[in-house]
T-cell receptor
Framework: DGGITQSPKYLFRKEGQNVTLSCEQN?????MYWYRQDPGQGLRLIYY???????QKGDIAEGYSVSREKKESFPLTVTSAQKNPTAFYLC??????????????FGPGTRLTVL | AQKVTQAQTEISVVEKEDVTLDCVYE???????LFWYKQPPSGELVFLIR??????QNEISGRYSWNFQKSTSSFNFTITASQVVDSAVYFC???????????????FGKGTLLTVNP
């Protein structure tokens, strides 16, 4: 089945540690995105990538880093510089990024808790 | 100022009732897209519908219907004869060019938590 997978579903880390969240898609989509969701809030864009080896900052990129070495993979690293890393992280992909109205499809999410 | 406003934070209904979720948006663009997504307790966002700014026809899909009115900048979502499985957070989103004018951006409302009680 085509889709987006994120692992792990739940992640616990100690304060001050970097952690990497995985996102893989087999939809052959060019564009991939990372969002953060806090309780009672909408989704906020962290980073997005329109093509392999290229990515742009979203609205809340500070304290995060990404890479896009393969079309199907877009891992997100939450660094120790991120002040409030505890949140639900959602990965998404779309066929292209520079097409208005292109639908984004989402993965199941990773819930990160920093102790 | 919010670009996408979902004024109803939580709604609770009894099964078989009809329920309407409101969405008001703000944009200066003449060409844009609107979306609705469903987020069940499992967490994954499920795409429901996409509507472009030039198509004001209402759409019906089974028990779901959408009312798009450009005059009031609204894109409301109605569930007819609600069921317990409809319980979820529903997000409205707007796709438009960002402030730099070079990239398209999807902006989400804060969501409406719908609880359908048996």
């Amino acid at each position: 089945d085509g889709g987006i997978t994120q692992s792990p579903k739940y992640l616990f880390r100690k304060e001050g540690q970097n952690v990497t969240l995985s996102c893989e898609q087999n939809l052959n989509h060019d564009a991939m995105y990372w969002y953060r969701q806090d309780p009672g809030q909408g989704l906020r864009l962290i980073y997005y990538s329109q093509i392999v080896n290229d990515f742009q900052k979203g609205d809340i990129a500070e304290g995060y880093s990404v890479s896009r070495e393969k079309k199907e993979s877009f891992p997100l690293t939450v660094t120790s510089a991120q002040k409030n890393p505890t949140a639900f992280y959602l990965c998404a992909s779309s066929r292209v990024a520079d097409l208005l109205g292109d639908t984004q499809y989402f993965g199941p999410g990773t819930r990160l808790t920093v102790l | 100022a919010q670009k996408v406003t979902q004024a109803q934070t939580e709604i609770s209904v009894v099964e078989k009732e009809d329920v309407t979720l409101d969405c008001v948006y703000e944009t200066r663009d003449t060409t844009y897209y609107l979306f609705w997504y469903k987020q069940p307790p499992s967490g994954e966002l499920v795409f429901l519908i996409r509507r472009n700014s030039f198509d004001e026809q209402n759409e019906i899909s089974g028990r779901y219907s959408w009312n798009f009115q450009k005059s009031t900048s609204s894109f409301n979502f109605t569930i007819t004869a609600s069921q317990v499985v409809d319980s979820a957070v529903y997000f409205c989103a707007l796709s438009e060019l960002d402030s730099g004018g070079s990239n398209y951006k999807l902006t989400f409302g804060k969501g409406t938590l719908l609880t359908v009680n048996p």
